[in-house]
């Protein structure tokens, strides 16, 4: 399911400073966790390249990086 | 005595967009280009033989196109098979001996980007010495080649499979890669209609000496500060130093040049080339550190983001926008974050930070003729330095910038 590749995802990106399963339990930001700027950058571009959405980096595009709920609605979308 | 690598691969593209940043660099500094070689030591464990650290040359040099791959025509072009000269010094100094090929520029078209030297001591080799052509790889992309070679001298072969030069290349250029590039060409136009045309315009000193002095901060308040801003803000801690830097740069709309690792991708991170550039940051800085934060992480990213370009499409904005204003338009302020791993944010007490400051040093390690920027901020394991051009920005400046970005950074770090 897209939220456990997603999960998957960030755990690449962050070289499993915030592993897939604790970014699915998480009920706190993906950034508080540990996912710094670097690891959102090789985020957005890991979900780009896979689903062929694009990433707006602005405040709210930076709010659903911290959101997995939010981000596996924003991959769903056709 | 020589190392002697065979394929796989070969055929020419286009320079990559990182290449081609050096490459320029590397051409408006000619003939003084040596500057930018940069070597590795390698510790060998005990037990290799001259042939055994020959052969483990050979098989990375075969894994990365990057290193047997030659200027040609303004191209490159990857070479199946070649022969490397390797010296072997008995008994010799690693560092001198580095120091000794940094010390002469690469021969681009002809010469291979990697020189190599062993280190012996009777039978055993002691230690490998690598320089490298900055054409060739950027200082991740050395490291890369060493975490390598350290696998392939203890005789084993590196798990994946490395991605290629040539490959991103092509990627760059296709349609994919020019989509890439039209955006990150968006950013830097946009970002050049609403930024100041220089950061450090009037010239206000002349300086009887060299021109150009380094200051560096020793400060683990800073640290300590920056840190705890990004625990209480959300951000990470080179947001925070970039913005921080941002903010006293003296003019209410700053632009900030941050050389960016554009190691994103998985195409990328494990390339051994030179994939370094600027991005562009821009920021009001006119209101409160903290409001300042805010915008400042959405603001970072699209400056990492606007990093990975065409440097063709950033020339065409910067023409463009210079002529319009009839004066040239460039920053000329850049932001170095090099430490190789970011501490994380990590909250503190006032009582840390009091005790910290008492630890703070400034000194003022270099000092040199030329440079092509007025005002670079890096940070590094031993500080924060700032190396300017005093014609633009004296010493006592200097001095105050750096005193002041510490004690900005310890109020907003205060519980």
Redesign the interface.
């Known amino acids: 399911m897209i939220k456990q590749r997603l999960a998957e995802l960030v755990a690449e990106a962050s070289d499993n400073a915030v592993t897939a399963q604790e970014a699915l339990d998480s009920a706190v930001p993906l950034s508080a966790l540990g996912l710094t700027s670097i690891g959102q950058m090789r985020l957005v571009d890991a979900i780009e390249a896979e689903f062929g959405v694009e990433v707006e980096l602005t405040d709210d595009g930076l709010a659903m990086l911290d959101d997995l709920d939010r981000l596996a609605a924003f991959v769903a979308v056709p | 005595m020589n190392v002697e690598f065979a394929g796989p691969g070969s055929g020419t593209a286009p320079l990559t967009w990182g290449q081609r940043a050096i490459w320029e660099t590397i051409e408006r500094t000619a003939p003084d280009d040596h500057y930018f070689n940069f070597g590795r030591i390698v510790r060998v464990p005990s037990g290799v033989s001259v042939e055994e650290a020959a052969d483990a040359l050979a098989r990375l040099i075969e894994r990365h196109g990057s290193l047997r791959t030659l200027l040609d025509d303004g191209a490159q072009r990857l070479h199946e098979k070649g022969r490397l000269p390797l010296l072997v010094h008995e008994g010799a100094d690693p560092e001198a001996v580095m120091a000794g090929l940094e010390a002469t520029r690469f021969d681009y078209e002809h010469e291979w980007p990697l020189r190599v030297a062993l280190i012996t001591e009777g039978d055993a080799v002691t230690h490998l010495v690598l320089v490298f052509c900055h054409l060739a790889a950027d200082g991740l992309g050395a490291e890369v080649a060493v975490r390598d070679l350290r696998v392939l001298l203890l005789g084993r072969a590196p798990r994946t499979p490395a991605p290629q030069p040539l490959d991103l290349a092509r990627w760059q250029s296709g349609p994919d890669g020019r989509r890439a590039a039209a955006k990150a060409a968006g950013h830097w136009a946009a970002e050049h209609a609403r930024m100041p045309s220089t950061m450090f315009p009037v010239r206000v000193a002349e300086p009887a000496g060299p021109p150009i002095w380094r200051a560096l901060l020793h400060s683990p308040a800073l640290n300590l500060a920056v840190r705890a801003v990004a625990a209480g803000h ?3 801690t ?2 925070v130093l970039l913005s921080a830097v941002a903010k006293l740069a003296g003019r209410a709309t700053t632009a900030v040049l941050p050389i960016v ?1 554009n190691r ?3 195409d990328t ?1 494990g390339l051994v080339s030179t994939l370094s550039q600027e991005g562009l940051f821009t920021v009001d800085v006119d209101r409160p550190f903290e409001e300042l934060l805010r ?1 400042a ?2 603001a ?3 400056a ?2 606007s990093a990975y370009h065409d440097p063709a499409d950033r020339a065409a904005v910067v023409a463009a926008e210079s002529e319009r204003r009839g004066e040239p338009v460039h920053p000329n302020c850049c932001f170095n974050d090099m430490r190789f791993t ?1 501490p ?1 944010p990590e909250p503190c007490t006032g009582a840390e930070l009091d005790r910290a400051l008492e630890e703070s040093t400034l000194t003022w390690p270099m000092s040199q003729d030329k440079l092509n920027c007025r005002f670079c901020v890096h940070v590094g394991p031993e500080g924060v330095s700032l190396t300017a051009d005093t014609r633009y920005l004296p010493k006592p400046a200097m001095e105050r910038y750096l005193l002041d970005l510490e004690s900005m950074l310890v109020e907003a770090a205060r519980p």
């Open positions: 959300a951000v990470s080179s947001t690792a994103f991708r998985r991170i915008s992480a959405p970072a990213l699209q990492y983001r970011d994380g």
